[in-house]
């Protein structure tokens, strides 16, 4: 899965997160674009939020090696789109860890 993220949208993504201007809204918006996109190219099988929590996490991980200095705002844009879009499904998941 790592080494099917288009070096494009990697990129694509740092530039906008290197735009001091936008809101963390917009950063969002851009990485749920991003995200979008890159699903695009997975199984249909495959759980919609696993994919896109996978996603997520390795395009974080991606624009933190790209670009290092964007490491804080990547991952705080990734936690809150987590938090808004994923959080029933993290739960789920921490719940059958448990059991």
Request: aromatic share 4%; glycine share 2%.
């Given at each position: 899965?790592?080494?099917?993220?288009?070096?494009?949208l990697?990129?694509?993504?740092?530039m906008?997160?290197?735009?001091?201007?936008?809101?963390?809204?917009?950063?969002?918006?851009?990485?749920?674009?991003?995200?979008?996109?890159?699903?695009?190219?997975?199984?249909?099988?495959?759980?919609?939020?696993?994919?896109?929590?996978?996603?997520?996490?390795l395009?974080a991980?991606?624009?933190?090696?790209?670009?290092?200095?964007?490491?804080?705002?990547?991952?705080?844009?990734?936690?809150n789109?987590?938090?808004?879009?994923?959080?029933?499904?993290?739960?789920?998941?921490?719940?059958?860890?448990?059991?």
């Amino acid at each position: 899965m790592d080494h099917s993220i288009h070096p494009g949208l990697v990129n694509n993504l740092a530039m906008q997160f290197m735009n001091v201007n936008l809101s963390e809204e917009d950063r969002r918006k851009h990485l749920t674009a991003v995200l979008e996109q890159a699903m695009q190219t997975y199984p249909k099988d495959m759980e919609k939020e696993k994919t896109m929590l996978m996603l997520a996490m390795l395009l974080a991980k991606k624009v933190a090696d790209h670009t290092p200095s964007l490491l804080r705002d990547i991952f705080h844009t990734i936690v809150n789109l987590i938090s808004q879009n994923l959080l029933t499904y993290v739960r789920n998941l921490v719940r059958n860890e448990m059991d």
